[in-house]
């Protein structure tokens, strides 16, 4: 019996936005769920969006607009899904997200990025990390999470211009980090590119790798 597979989004699933996601995990029948599925926006307005200062997420809807999602929301909805994946014989998960997440006892395998990048850049002999991240206001909280690889963090939404994006890569030319972390699984391959051809620095994008493991953990 072929295994089952799943992607849980931040935002609202389409596969129409993760071809690329499709591609990669073959090995199994891959379904996506988004943690935003199924809300309106007048209960999103009152419940998911952050509110003052508080931290978030940056995501998208099925249409492709740009949302920010309070963490502690994220956290919730996304333990959820990973409770229903579960009950329904899923195998195995990746969180479309480099954000903090709590995973509850399950028996299904549960990437996060969060605890793999790390391992992945230590593996990769990173001593010094450049990165971006969506916005502005998540630089302070990345410091912290990346502070063992001495970052220098930037940041430049996947879902703006890619003309913003190349300004932002162009600021990395002149540091000196081992490699340009895109810190968002909204960053694509092709996006990726960009930050390559105009930072002249190696470049990670979490959403290309992880993919790959999920599917290698399908054999």
Request: with cysteine; charged share 25%.
């Amino acid at each position: 019996m072929r295994k089952k597979a799943a992607i849980i989004c931040m935002g609202q699933s389409g596969e129409h936005k993760y071809e690329d996601l499709c591609k990669a995990v073959s090995n199994a029948e891959l379904m996506f769920t988004g943690i935003l599925d199924g809300l309106d926006p007048e209960y999103m307005q009152q419940n998911v969006f952050p509110k003052g200062d508080e931290a978030f997420i940056v995501s998208n809807l099925a249409d492709g607009t740009e949302v920010r999602i309070a963490e502690k929301t994220a956290i919730a909805l996304t333990e959820k899904k990973i409770i229903e994946l579960d009950r329904q014989g899923c195998d195995a998960a990746l969180i479309l997200c480099t954000g903090h997440f709590e995973v509850p006892n399950v028996s299904m395998t549960v990437l996060v990025p969060e605890r793999v990048i790390p391992a992945l850049l230590r593996a990769m002999n990173v001593k010094r990390l450049g990165c971006i991240v969506p916005e502005p206001e998540q630089i302070r909280d990345s410091l912290k999470q990346y502070k063992e690889f001495d970052p220098i963090i930037r940041a430049s939404s996947p879902y703006g211009t890619e003309k913003a994006l190349a300004a932002t890569a162009d600021l990395f030319r002149r540091d000196e980090v081992d490699l340009v972390m895109t810190d968002c699984m909204g960053f694509t391959r092709d996006l990726g590119g960009i930050v390559s051809a105009h930072s002249g620095k190696r470049v990670f994008v979490p959403r290309v790798i992880l993919p790959a493991l999920l599917n290698a953990l399908l054999c």
